[in-house]
């Protein structure tokens, strides 16, 4: 184990959008800044999809726009690099990695994101099992491949998506909504359509969050336009046919009537749960909250800030968040980091 140390005036634990927004624009003022990411890549959970909502703009594009505003700053970025603890001592943080190294910095700013939920949890759904069921992040990787099929390798006659997988879920223990998942369906739904227009596709929903600015319109669409056939309902079991298409059983709650179907593809909308890098380092530093997520002073007008003197919170880490929501975030992190800075290192 070596003991080698860096030396910042700010470190960025995670190198999402809302690190990567935040370092830059603390960097931009003449502040140094260490970014720690662990993984190999920046901006993983944002690399790994397709098209965003709410425009269908390209998710690599994003990753490249936000990895070349990082290379042209001064920030010093440390790639697969986790920060496993950290701690407080006379008016410093010291931050040790996953080699030994130990990194030491006036202020921190936590922006480690989230994991989506494992949808093997809810084994009654056969995700793991049966081919035929998938999560939204799968079906993304398909669609960036431009290549939808079955199991069989042929186009499906049919894609059904359930909403809610892992959130609002009482089994589960996760109550809250995941906000980014109803227009992701909508969105995704609207892809396969694109790319697969003879395919038929449903859409099972509790209720439809639609939220943000042109996600009604999207919404109208997806009916109006591509004739996508939204169901309010729950699917209580998924089981698999003797041709591998996957059986559903479901209830209609609008006309309260059991109902069975077959589906080539079963999508789960897989909710947003706190990263393990959040769980951990918000617990050790006791700013942990709700489901595991980082704790804020104040939803008001402190969100970025926590109980702990220089420890400050951007994006997801705190609760489900889209990348815009997430971006301004971290630029209000960086405006109060900034005034941190002016007085502790007056003192
Ligand atoms: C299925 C799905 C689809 C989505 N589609 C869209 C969309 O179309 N449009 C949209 O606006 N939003 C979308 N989102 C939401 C979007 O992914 C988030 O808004 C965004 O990724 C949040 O950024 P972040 O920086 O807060 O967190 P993250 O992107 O999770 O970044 C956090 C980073 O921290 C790193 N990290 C964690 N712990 C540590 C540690 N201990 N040490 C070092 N690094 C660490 C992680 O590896 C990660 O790279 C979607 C989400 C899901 C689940
Ligand atoms: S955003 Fe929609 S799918 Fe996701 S948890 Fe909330 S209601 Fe369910």
């Known amino acids: 184990m070596s003991d080698r140390t860096t030396t910042a005036q700010v470190a960025v634990i995670g190198g999402g959008p809302a690190g990567i927004e935040a370092a830059c624009a603390l960097s931009n003022n003449g502040i140094r800044v260490s970014l720690f990411e662990s993984e190999p890549v920046l901006a993983h959970n944002v690399g790994n999809k397709f098209k965003l909502f709410p425009d269908f703009s390209s998710a690599s594009e994003l990753v490249a726009t936000l990895s070349h505003k990082l290379s042209g700053s001064h920030v010093s970025v440390h790639l697969d690099t986790e920060i496993v603890s950290m701690e407080q001592k006379g008016g410093l943080w010291f931050l040790t990695d996953n080699y030994g190294h130990t990194h030491e910095a006036v202020a921190v700013l936590l922006a480690t994101g989230y994991d989506v939920f494992d949808a093997r949890r809810k084994e009654e759904l056969g995700y793991g099992i049966y081919k035929g069921v998938v999560t939204s992040i799968d079906l993304e990787s398909m669609l960036k491949a431009g290549k939808l099929v079955n199991v069989l390798g ?112 079963l999508v ?14 918000a617990s050790c530093c006791g700013v942990e909250g709700a489901y595991g997520f980082a704790h804020s002073c104040s939803p008001y007008l402190s969100d970025n800030m926590t109980d702990r003197q220089g420890l400050f919170l951007a994006g997801s880490c705190k609760r489900p968040m889209s990348v815009s929501d997430t971006v301004n975030d971290a630029r209000s992190a960086a405006v109060g980091i900034a005034d941190y800075l002016k007085t502790a290192l007056s003192n």
């Not at 909710?271 to 951990?280: D, H, P």
């Open 154 to 265: 042929e186009q499906p006659q049919c894609v059904t998506f359930l909403q809610c997988v892992g959130s609002r879920d009482e089994k589960i223990g996760n109550h809250y909504c995941s906000k980014v998942c109803c227009v992701t369906a909508v969105k995704q739904a609207i892809e396969v359509k694109k790319l697969s227009p003879r395919t038929d596709v449903f859409l099972f929903y509790m209720d439809l969050r639609m939220w943000g600015q042109g996600f009604e319109e999207l919404y109208r669409e997806a009916q109006e336009q591509y004739g996508i056939r939204f169901v309010r309902g729950r699917i209580s079991e998924a089981a698999s046919t003797f041709d591998d298409r996957v059986q559903i059983k479901a209830e209609d709650t609008l006309v309260g009537q059991p109902l069975k179907m077959s589906t080539d593809l």
């Open 268 to 281: 789960l909308m897989v909710g947003m749960e706190a990263s393990c890098g959040t769980k951990k380092l």
